[in-house]
């Protein structure tokens, strides 16, 4: 039960990083290409 546990906390924890990064390289490398 504490396995569950430590995985739940992890799982949580590497989602709600890794998002903001990615989500801030994808947005500025999709901005770009508009200019003309």
């Known amino acids: 039960?504490?396995?569950v546990d430590e995985i739940q906390e992890h799982?949580?924890?590497?989602?709600l990083l890794?998002?903001?990064?990615?989500?801030?390289?994808?947005?500025p490398f999709q901005t770009?290409?508009?200019m003309p």
């Open 1 to 3: 039960e504490n396995i």
């Open 11 to 15: 799982e949580f924890v590497r989602p």
């Open 18 to 27: 890794p998002p903001t990064p990615v989500d801030d390289i994808i947005i």
């Open 32 to 34: 770009p290409p508009p």
